[in-house]
């Protein structure tokens, strides 16, 4: 059974940093897609970053791209997600997700099989 698990949220002033954690187990694909998604209140769930790791190839939505950076650890069980220069609009609660099949699951996150709890990032004055 995969699980997955984030950590690393909190609350950070304008133009602020954070690195977001997902821990990963029960894995039994080789390969895989996994990523972040977020959604603010009363806003949809958005695709944010993901990988493939069979490539390493990555996914970046245009509103985050120069600022967030996803990377892995060296058993590909984690992936981290470093924040920068942080906006009011990257408020919300963030969610670590995975697909074995990998169809389009950075860019529509209805595709992703397996979800972790969310881990919410705050913004402060």
């Known amino acids: 059974q995969v699980q997955l698990q984030e950590s690393g949220g909190g609350s950070v002033q304008a133009g602020g940093s954070l690195r977001l954690s997902c821990a990963a187990s029960?894995?039994?694909?080789?390969?895989?897609?996994i990523g972040w998604s977020r959604q603010a209140p009363g806003k949809e769930r958005e695709g944010v970053a993901g990988i493939y790791t069979g490539s390493g190839s990555s996914y970046y939505a245009d509103s985050v791209k120069g600022r967030f950076t996803l990377s892995q650890d060296n058993t590909k069980t984690k992936l981290y997600l470093q924040m920068d220069g942080l906006e009011a609009e990257d408020t919300g609660i963030y969610y670590c997700?995975?697909?074995?099949?990998?169809?389009?699951?950075?860019?529509?996150?209805?595709?992703?099989?397996?979800w972790g709890q969310g881990t919410q990032v705050h913004r402060l004055l």
């Open positions: 997700a995975l697909d074995p099949r990998c169809i389009r699951t950075a860019r529509d996150p209805s595709t992703y099989r397996y």
């Open positions: 029960g894995l039994t694909y080789s390969t895989f897609c």
